[in-house]
C-alpha cells in the first residue's frame, strides 16, 4: 500500500521557520503531482505548493514568497519551507500526491494519496 508521512511540525513563534518533510514508502515521487496543502478549524483545505511532473514549483498567492517546496535527488521525499511564519499560517498540513501526468491541479480532490498531517501552530 502506498503511504505518505509527515514530519517537521511543531510550535513556533510568529517569524520563526520549519521545514516539512513528506517521505513516501514503497515508491519515489518521479513523474507525480505532489502537493503541500493546509487546512484550519473552520476552512476548507486549500493548496500552498505545488511541484509538477516537469519538476517547476507553484505556489500559492497567499504564501508566495514565504514558502519553498523542493524534492531530494531520490524524489522519495518532499519538503516544504516556511518562512516567517505568521498566525494565520496554523493549520494541519498534508502531503498529497497525484499520480497523473497530465497536468498538476490546485483542487486537493484531484490527488489521490494524502498523509496523516502534521500539525503546524504559530503563536503571536
Known amino acids: 500500500q502506498v503511504q505518505l508521512v509527515e514530519s517537521g511540525g511543531g510550535s513556533v513563534q510568529a517569524g520563526g521557520s520549519l521545514r516539512l518533510s513528506c517521505t513516501g514508502t514503497g515508491y519515489t515521487f518521479r513523474g507525480y503531482c505532489m502537493g503541500w496543502f493546509r487546512q484550519a478549524p473552520g476552512k476548507e483545505r486549500e493548496g500552498v505548493a505545488i511541484v509538477d511532473h516537469n519538476k517547476i514549483t507553484h505556489y500559492a498567492g497567499s504564501v508566495s514568497g514565504r514558502f519553498t517546496i523542493s524534492q531530494d535527488s531520490t524524489e522519495n521525499t518532499l519538503y516544504l519551507r516556511i518562512d516567517s511564519l505568521n498566525p494565520e499560517d496554523t493549520a494541519t498540513y498534508y502531503c498529497?500526491?497525484?499520480?497523473?501526468?497530465?497536468?498538476?491541479?490546485?483542487?486537493?480532490?484531484?490527488?489521490?494519496?494524502w498523509g496523516q498531517g502534521t500539525q503546524v501552530t504559530v503563536s503571536s
Open positions: 498529497a500526491a497525484d499520480p497523473r501526468t497530465n497536468y498538476c491541479n490546485w483542487n486537493w480532490s484531484s490527488y489521490k494519496y
